[in-house]
Structure formats: C-alpha cells, structure tokens
C-alpha cells in the first residue's frame, strides 16, 4: 500500500503463496492502491453536475423575465437527467474493473463505458431523477395535508418512501449489470428488482453507508463550506460507488453472471486466475524471499579532483 508508506527502504516483497486478502482488507488495499484515481474519478463524475450548478446564474440573468429563466431551469434540468444515468455507467464500469482487479484506463474506459451504455443509461437515469424529485414533492406535501386535514395522507407517504428505498437498492445493481452484461432492459430491471430482496443484508449495510455519507456531507455544508465543496469535487461519489461495486458485485457475479456460464458448460473468466503455471512462468517470483535493501547511510563521499 504505497499511499502511506515511505519509499526510501525496499522490503522482501510478498510471497506468492500469500494468503489472498478478503473483506475489509481486501477493500482497503483497493482503496489505497486506486486513492488517486478515485479522486480522478470523482472530479470526471462532478463535470456532470454542472447543468445544475448553472440553474442558479441563469435564473439570476433572467430574473425580469419568469418564462425565460423557467425554461432555462428546466432546460438544464433536462440536460442533467439525460447524462447523469451514462455518466454513472462510465463510473461504474471502473469500479466493477478495480474491484475484479483488472487495469483500467481512467479515462477511456470511462467514456467507453458512457457510449455503449447510453441509451438503456439514461432510461435509468431519468427514472431515479423522476423518482428523487417524486419522494421530494411527496416529503414536503404528504405531511402538510396530514396536519391540515386528515391522518391518512401518512399512507401514501409511506408507500412512496417503501417504493423509494427498493428503487435506490436496486441502483446497487442495475448499473453493475449493465456495464458487465448484455441483459435487455426488462431482465435488467427484473433482476435488479429481485437482488434488492435477495441480498438485504449487502442492500443494508450500502445503504446505510451511503446515507452515512450524505449526512456528513449535508453537515460540512450546513457548519463548514468550504470542506465540503473540496470533498464533493474529489471525494465521495467515487468512494460509494466503489463501495456499492465491491459489496453488490459478488452478488450479481453469484446469481446471474456465474449461473449463466454453468448453463453453458464454462467457468466465469473472472473468477480464472490467469497467474502463469510453473511451466509457463519464465523468472521466478523471489516475492517474501528476497533480503531488505538496507538505507544507505547519507554522508560526503569522496571527492577527485
């Protein structure tokens, strides 16, 4: 893990017979090795927020025309609805990379990710808006009616926000599944529909996570602005997607990518180690073998003049 680790001395490395990392370890040796690229990452990913940063100046700028600065709004509205669902895709596809330890080039597989999933990535795009902006509206009317006329408006406050949570759990495989399959658009929604219940204790724990997350950062909004807007440029949307892959993926890779290749007679090629046999492997690996360079002790040497 070279994020935090001084670069001056050299180790005897790691033995090839090491025991493979899980769980946690696992991730954090994810997280340490892809640090800078997570902030990379999640700079490309914020680049798609902009249309709604630009909401506030253009209704500024049309402030004496309602229709004008209307239109504009929503128009950007519109904008950000359309590339936000391919935008995650591009991010995702990463994601799914790291977390199967495969190289990924940041930036071409982002846009490549973006492209080949653009037209079922911005249906689901569009649907999560139309559904965050739906549990809004219902957030802020459901509970007047209720004060001001009767108790039963709870109920469809509830149904929304029960609709709402199995929407966001199935966002912790729709886009997965997308960027690792060739699923049409009914399967990808019936099968992400199906894990949301399977695996609820993987939903859970992201879930909770993620609202974790929006929690610290709506404090760093409300008592410390400036920490949050550098955080939100570099930090916290690849962080939870990167968890989300490494925590949902195992389940998708178990209940739809693995059953699909026993059907056919083969083995999932990302569970094959493709490490080198003895008889292919050329030099042999001296990892957790070789003696620890000494640091040379820093002096004046010699000097021929």
């Known amino acids: 893990m070279g994020l ?17 990392k899980k769980g946690f370890s696992l991730f954090w040796d994810i997280f340490c090795r892809k640090f ?12 798609f927020f902009i249309p709604l940063l630009l909401i506030f100046p253009a209704i500024s700028l049309f402030e004496k025309n ?10 950007l509205i519109l904008i950000f609805m359309v590339l936000i669902g391919p935008a995650t895709a591009g991010m995702t596809k990463i994601m799914r990379k790291f977390v199967i330890n495969k190289h990924s080039f940041i930036m071409q597989d982002f846009f490549k990710g973006f492209k080949e999933n653009f037209k079922k990535s911005v249906i689901i795009g569009f649907i999560d808006c139309l559904v ?17 006329e009767t108790r039963l408006y709870y109920i469809p406050l509830v149904i929304t926000f029960s609709l709402f949570l199995v929407i966001i759990m199935m966002n912790h495989y729709i886009y997965l599944m997308l960027t690792a399959t060739n699923l049409s658009m009914k399967n990808l929604f019936k099968n992400s529909f199906a894990l949301a219940f399977v695996a609820m204790k993987q939903n859970l724990l992201v879930f909770i996570i993620g609202l974790a997350f929006i929690v610290l950062m709506y404090l760093l909004f409300v008592y410390l602005m400036p920490v949050f807007f550098l955080l939100i440029a570099f930090f916290p949307a690849a962080l939870i997607c990167l968890i989300n892959s490494f925590v949902c993926y195992p389940v998708i890779q178990k209940y739809v990518i693995n059953p699909y290749y026993t059907s056919i007679g083969e083995i999932n090629p990302e569970l094959v180690d493709d490490t080198p046999t003895e008889e292919e492997r050329i030099f042999e690996d001296m990892g957790g073998l070789e003696k620890p360079v000494e640091k040379r002790k820093k002096g004046k040497g010699k000097r021929i003049s």
């Open 66 to 75: 309602y229709y004008a600065a209307m239109t504009s709004s929503v128009l």
């Open 132 to 148: 965050v902006i739906s549990a809004y509206a219902a957030l802020n009317v459901y509970p007047v009616f209720a004060v001001q």
């Open 36 to 47: 800078w690229k997570l902030m990379e990452i999640n700079l490309l990913y914020m680049l």
């Open 4 to 20: 935090f680790k001084s670069n001056e001395t050299t180790g005897a490395g790691i033995s090839k017979n090491a025991p493979k």
